[in-house]
């Protein structure tokens, strides 16, 4: 592409905003019962991890996604936690994972003391590429009395975590077939899913666990929150008692029987997240009116938007477009930042972090390659 063109590619964007301020990439919308309910926790006393709207929020979340329960955490990364221990991912164990992703995924994965082993992601989803996964598990894996061994590392691989990138769904139904096959919990990081459906099934409800992330730039937001689902009791009862200090129920003792974590979700965002949940529906199909403008803009430049994946309903959270070459990608960043179009590329992969440059990876070409040409640009809803 021509300067030129990139420079009129940012006007088509600003354009499509219909304002000449800053276009951040994705700002909250507070436009329902926000204040009344956020409000309501203030009068009531009640706006820490015991309150009406706590469990109001995980019951209408469990609904929406069609889980049987949901538990409320202070965020995204917590729930991720929580579900990688409940999967009995422990010390120097392995979770098969992707290396685009954000970095919250592997934080939770070393917070277990474990190591991520890092997978490509398939083209045309950016989610865990399931014929890649069973490549690796026919070829560098061995089943022992301890478990399945990446017989590169000599660890044994307790759980699989693909991400459904940018709100795309992966293939998860294939994902969990192979998963099934060696015996490996799947655990979705579906924090940026949040109303995407795959084969008619919502992100995050399919395999053992799913985790969300109601952070400020997220379609539904807590300020900070995370929640994790499962169709699972057992798991969802511990779940719950091991992020709330593992306390033994009881009206006035101070009982607690084992190591646990205070990750629980406080009523005040619970207040914000069940105002929120009433506009997703709306939210969602503004996004898909905003992804399809951009659909028609790009086409016209030949330009490659990515689009959901067949038999899939995407919530767009992040828009992204891919440019032929890294130096158009690089001019456009440059070009559109300085405009005060806010965009940006996608995250270092996992694999080039200081922390995580020694864990294991296979062929992971597709992630390397979409590296270079990806940008996020502006996805906020406008209503
Ligand atoms: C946002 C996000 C998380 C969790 O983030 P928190 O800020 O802890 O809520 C985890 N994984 C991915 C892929 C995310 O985008």
Not at 119 to 136: A, R
Not at 139 to 144: L, R, W
Not at 331 to 336: A, G, K, R, V, Y
Request: contains cysteine.
């Amino acid at each position: 592409m021509q300067k030129c063109d990139l420079e009129s590619l940012v006007s088509d964007i600003r354009a499509v905003f219909d304002t000449q301020d800053f276009i951040p990439l994705h700002a909250p919308v507070f436009s329902g019962n926000e204040k009344k309910y956020v409000l309501d926790t203030i009068d009531s006393t009640f706006v820490s991890s015991v309150g009406d709207y706590v469990t109001r929020f995980e019951s209408d979340f469990a609904a929406y996604v069609g889980s049987r329960y949901a538990v409320a955490t202070m965020n995204g990364t917590s729930a991720l936690h929580i579900a990688l221990v409940l999967a009995g991912v422990d010390a120097d164990s392995e979770v098969i994972t992707q290396s685009l992703t954000f970095v919250a995924t592997c934080n939770a994965i070393r917070y277990c003391s474990a190591y991520p082993t890092f997978i490509d992601v398939s083209k045309d989803n950016l989610g865990l590429c399931p014929e890649k996964l069973k490549t690796f598990l026919e070829s560098s894996t061995k089943q022992t009395t301890d478990g399945l061994i990446n017989t590169q590392t000599g660890r044994v691989i307790k759980a699989c975590l693909p991400m459904h990138t940018f709100g795309h769904p992966a293939q998860i139904d294939a994902i969990c077939a192979i998963c099934a096959d060696y015996g490996i919990p799947v655990i979705e990081d579906a924090a940026e899913a949040l109303g995407s459906r795959y084969n008619d099934k919502h992100c995050g409800s399919v395999s053992t666990m799913g985790v969300f992330s109601f952070n400020g730039n997220k379609i539904l937001t807590t300020g900070g929150g995370g929640m994790l689902v499962t169709d699972n009791e057992a798991l969802a009862k511990k779940a719950k008692h091991i992020s709330t200090t593992a306390k033994v129920p009881h009206a006035w003792n101070y009982d607690h029987d084992q190591v646990a974590f205070n990750y629980r979700m406080p009523n005040l965002n619970a207040a914000l997240g069940c105002a929120q949940l009433e506009q997703l529906p709306v939210f969602i199909e503004k996004k898909r009116q905003l992804a399809s403008r951009y659909k028609e803009l790009f086409e016209t430049k030949e330009l490659s938007f990515l689009s959901e994946p067949a038999q899939a309903r995407s919530n767009y959270w992040l828009n992204a477009l891919l440019f032929k070459t890294q130096d158009e990608r690089d001019i456009f960043l440059t070009m559109s930042n300085e405009q005060k179009v806010m965009t940006r590329p996608v995250w270092t992969l996992m694999h080039k972090l200081p922390m995580f440059k020694s864990c294991y990876r296979a062929d992971v070409s597709v992630s390397e390659d979409i590296e270079t040409r990806l940008v996020n640009i502006p996805s906020s809803v406008i209503l």
